[in-house]
């Protein structure tokens, strides 16, 4: 809304993150050619193909997660993406950074606030219509209350220890469903080939579940538009 007078901007933020060094960004980052950017993917991600676990959360809660991944043994199975901008929606750009994780097979909302406080009812919905078939968000947070926090500080950190714990729960189980499934496909390309003589051994890079190969292929209609309006 444009007025005819000036109002000062005020910007309330956690305390935590004005010396957090991780919550830094380069002076080339708001250089000139640069834009705000509504959807941030992981950047420690050195292989989409390996990503089961796709996160999506929103705010500082990030920072924890990133944390806990860089310290958990099976770390390079789980992709952490930030939505910075909840509206308008950008369903483009999030469509985008998802879609690289072909053989993710379980995506999760993580916040802190309680389900009912949170940007999680406004944002499912939206995020559902961008996953693959038969493919639901889950939440991983805390349950509805009706205070935005219990106000006790021993109760907040445990029910703050639970929900970044319960974030990367399962995830031994999906990473073994995905050994299998690299196993059994490339006994089968093996089988098929054995016949011939000049078959050559799959390489590494083929070796991607069937059941995920083209779970992406056909992009909705409404991830090729603009931001929602």
Known sequence: VKRNFRKPL????????????SATSLLSDMGPGTAFQPVLDDPTVSDAHMVQRVMLVSGKLYYDLAKIKSEHPLGEHVAIVRVEELSPFPRKELYRVISRYANATDFVWVQEEPRNAGAYSFAAPRINKLLPEHVELRYAGRPEHAAT?????????????????????GLRGLVAHLVIDNIQH?????????????????????MIPAS??????????YAAQSSEQ
């Open 186 to 206: 490339a006994h089968s390309e093996v089988s098929s080939s054995s016949a011939s003589v000049s078959a050559k051994k799959p390489s590494t890079s083929t």
């Open 212 to 221: 995920s190969q083209h779970r992406w292929s056909s992009q909705p209609m």
């Open 149 to 169: 926090c219990s106000g006790i500080e021993t109760q907040q950190a445990a029910e703050h220890a639970q929900l970044t714990s319960e974030a990367f729960d």
């Open 10 to 21: 005020i910007v309330a933020g956690p305390k935590t993150m004005l010396r957090l060094a």
